[in-house]
DNA sequence: AACAACATCAACCGCAGGCAG
DNA sequence: TCTGCCTGCGGTTGATGTTGT
C-alpha cells in the first residue's frame, strides 16, 4: 500500500512499498550521481519521496553490493556470535557481514535466530539455567567457544577466563586460514574445515609496530570473487565468504592490511565502476551482478532481488579503519567495545606462540 | 477451497549524534 | 552556544506470503 503525505514544501511524498518505476529511478540516479545528500537525491532523482526513505531503499535493498537470499549456516553462526558480544548493535553486526544488512540481520534475527534459539534452550535447559534472561544463544553458543562469559543487562559480553579465551583465539586461528593462501606468508597455516566460529576480535593481528590489523575473516569484501576477478590490488579486507568457501582457491596473502569496509562508503574498486558506468539499462546492471553470482537464487522479482554474491565483493575499499572501526587504525589506546577491554585481549594474543602475535 | 494463524521482511518512526552556519 | 539539517541506528509496524486446519 502506497500512502502520501504532504512535505514542507507541500508538495505530496509516497510512502510504503516503492515500485519498480521508483527504483528504476533511483538506481539510474545513483548509477550516475552517486551518493551525495539524500534530500537532494530524492529530489533529483523526480521521487516523490524523502530523503531517508530513499537511503533506506538504496541501502537496504537496491545496492548492488547486497547478497540476498538464504542465510548460510556459517553466516547464521557469525551472527549468533556477534550477537552475544555486541548485541543488538546491528549495524555492527552487518559490518562484518558482507552484502547484508543491518535490517535484514535484524528481521533475521528477530524471526529465525531468536526463535531458534529458543527452541535449543528449550531442549537443552536445565533447571539451573531454564530461568535465564539471557535471550540468545550466549550460553550455547560459547559452548562451542570454550568461552566462559557473562553479560550485562544490555547483552554485552565480558570475557572472564583467560585459559578460554585462548582457546577461543585458537578456534578462530585454525577457522582464518580456511581462506588462506598456500603461497601465504602468514604464518597461520592450519588447514580446518569445520566452521567453529572463535570471537572474531581475535582476528585482529598485529605487525611488529604495535600496528593492529585484521588477519583475516569476517570483515572486508575484497576478494570474493577470486574467481572471477583479477586480484591485482592489495588486499583489503579478509573475506567471510571467501572463508566460507571451503574450496576456493586463494589468491591472496594474508599479511596485507585488512580492514572493515564501511558499509555506507560508496567507494568502488575501479573495475566496478566501468561495469556500472558501462551498463545501458538496468537490465545490463543486474546482468552484469549475475555475472559475478553463483546464482542459486531464483527469485526475480524485483530489482536485484535475485541476485546472490553480488558484484560489490570484490570491492576494493580504500579506507583504513580496523575492524572495529577505530580509524585510527592501531593505535593503542584504551580501546573498548562495549565493556570489552581491547587492550586485554591483545596481551592474551601474546600468550599464543603459533600466531605471530606480538604487542 | 476457505479461513486463521503464523512467519517474513520492507519500510516507517523517533531518536541521537555530527556538523555547518 | 544555539539552531537546523542530515545521517545513521534500532525498534516497531503492517503488508504479504506460507502453512496448517
Redesign the pocket.
Known sequence: ?V?E?SNNNGSKQ?????SPEEDEKLIRYMITKGE??????ARNAGLQ?????C???W???LRPDLK?G?FSLQEEDLIIHLHSI??????????RLPGR????I???W???VK?RLKLNNNSTSSPNNSDSSEPNSIRDNNVVMGTTTTSNNNGIMHINDHHHHHQDLMTMSMCMDNSSSSTSSSTMHTHHHAMVFGDPFSMVTNNNNNHYEMATGVAGFHGAMAGDLPLENSFHGGDYGRMLDEESTDKMGLESDLSLPP??SSIRSTEEIIIINNASSIDDMKSHNNHFNNNNNTNNDSCF?NTDNQVLNNNNYSNEEDLFGFGNHGQVENLRMGEWDFEGLMQDISYFPSLDFQV
Do not use: V
Open positions: 500500500m500512502k503525505k509516497r510512502k510504503g512499498l516503492w551525495g545528500c539524500w534530500s537532494d537525491i519521496r524523502c530523503g531517508k526513505s537511503r533506506l531503499r541501502i537496504n535493498y540476498r538464504a555486541l548485541g543488538n548493535r546491528w549495524s555492527q553486526i552487518a559490518a544488512t543491518d535490517n535484514e535484524k528481521n533475521f528477530n524471526s529465525t526463535k558499509l555506507e532481488k
